[in-house]
């Protein structure tokens, strides 16, 4: 069974950090491209970030370029969100997705996480 | 980025009935290439991970029942909810992957009338 299990949130002021983890198991974690998804609290999905399968490609949304990085470990089956410099419009749940193709990239997320709450306040 | 809109914002749709939900994308995500469209759908319930239901605008993901199904091509699409049943009350939220970011429209909340 597939499982992603998101963990690192929490309360952080502005300006500060935080590293998300994604611990995934029931697959071969190393041959798919993953993803992260934040939904502020109330509000809709917004994508995050990709990375490929050696963590050699990735992308990010405007809003979180040059603050955020993903980056994956394949020895360890978890896939990370370094964030920094933390703004209030930060908050949210964030949910780590895994893309569906296998050793390919599709660009759709099959299996997601329960999510990290990451709050941003002083 | 490629803007994606749903309409209507909420539904309310009695047991049995369908439940048809739009989502317009401010650009094609056709690619013609290979005539497939860069459109999946999603279904939010509280408590519980979102779930995959549709991806290239028309195929049900595995496990999905066959009242759920989804159409359009290039900027409009429908998710259609054929005899809704009372698990399906959620927010359904379209999404393309064409281009990046992979924007998702803002959502729909469905109820039972």
């Known amino acids: 069974e597939v499982q992603l299990v998101e963990s690192g949130g929490g309360l952080v002021q502005p300006g500060g950090s935080l590293r998300l983890s994604c611990a995934a198991s029931g697959f071969t974690f190393s041959t798919y491209w993953m993803h992260w998804v934040r939904q502020a609290p109330g509000e809709g999905l917004v994508w995050v970030s990709r990375i490929n399968i050696d963590g050699s490609i990735t992308s990010y949304a405007d809003s979180v370029e040059g603050r955020f990085t993903i980056s994956r470990d394949n020895a360890k089956d978890t896939l990370y969100l370094q964030m920094n410099s933390l703004r209030a419009e930060d908050t949210a749940v964030y949910y780590c997705a895994r893309d569906p193709g296998h050793s390919g990239y599709v660009g759709s997320c099959d299996y997601w996480g329960q999510g990290t709450l990451v709050t941003v306040s002083s | 980025d490629i803007v994606m809109t749903q309409s209507p914002d909420s539904l309310a749709v009695s047991l049995g009935e369908r439940a048809t939900i739009n989502c317009k994308s401010s650009?094609?995500?056709?690619?013609?290439?290979?005539?497939?469209?860069?459109l999946a759908w999603y279904q939010q319930k509280p408590g519980q991970p979102l779930k995959l239901l549709i991806y290239?605008?028309?195929t049900r993901e595995s496990g999905v029942p066959d009242r759920f199904s989804g159409s359009g091509s290039g900027t409009d699409f429908t998710l259609t909810i054929r005899s809704l049943q009372a698990e399906d009350v959620a927010v359904y939220y379209c999404q393309q992957y064409y281009g990046i970011p992979h924007t998702f429209g803002q959502g729909t909340k469905l109820e039972i009338k």
């Open positions: 650009q094609s995500v056709l690619y013609s290439s290979d005539n497939k469209n860069f």
């Open positions: 290239w605008a028309s």
